[in-house]
């Protein structure tokens, strides 16, 4: 006696899908490493940022960086809508550290404010925009990147005000071209 599950009156196509997928069982998968960001193949890791659902994947980006953002991935989805899933989105992507400022521009009159030149009068922002300082020079498209990073880990109430650069030294050894490839600053 044969060890099936089909019936007797199984069709010639059924009992060759069966003798065709009777030795699948010993196929080795190794569920654990494959999802393990830093011990599943390379081949395999766009389908896993796809299913940990990651918002920005790049299969340019080196090998070690994918790793990282792989294992990043359930830290931000945990933590979406906070500064710290911002500050880790832009950190597992390669951005490096970045000063987020939230209530730009609102002073108190209760003794901390002290006037030396440092404060402007300009117009306080709005209590739901926030401003975002990279501390290195960003391309037209990695701004772009940044603004989908942020638009997907930041708290949907609030709205991205400047993504500036400024801070940064730009040395004029030719690093950085002007092709127009990046701005003077702000993106």
């Known amino acids: 006696m044969s060890e099936t599950l089909l019936p007797p009156n199984a069709t010639p196509q059924e009992v060759a899908t069966e003798a065709a997928t009777a030795r699948i069982a010993g196929v080795p998968v190794p569920l654990d490493s494959l999802w393990n960001p830093q011990t599943c193949p390379a ?54 550290t970045v000063t987020i400022t939230e209530n730009w521009g609102r002073r108190f009159h209760d003794g901390t404010l002290t006037h030396n030149g440092a404060v402007t009068h300009a117009q306080a922002d709005h209590w739901a925009e926030y401003r975002v300082v990279l501390d290195r020079p960003v391309s037209i498209a990695q701004g772009a990147q940044v603004r989908r990073l942020l638009a997907a880990a930041a708290p949907l109430r609030s709205k991205l005000k400047v993504l500036d650069f400024v801070a940064v030294a730009r040395l004029h050894d030719g690093a950085i071209r002007h092709d127009g490839t990046y701005t003077h600053g702000a993106t």
């Open 43 to 96: 081949s395999v890791l766009p389908w896993l940022a796809w299913a940990l659902s990651v918002d920005e994947w790049d299969a340019g980006w080196p090998e070690d960086k994918r790793r990282e953002t792989l294992s990043l991935a359930i830290y931000v989805h945990r933590r979406k809508g906070t500064l710290a899933a911002v500050r880790t989105a832009l950190v597992a992507a390669g951005f490096g």
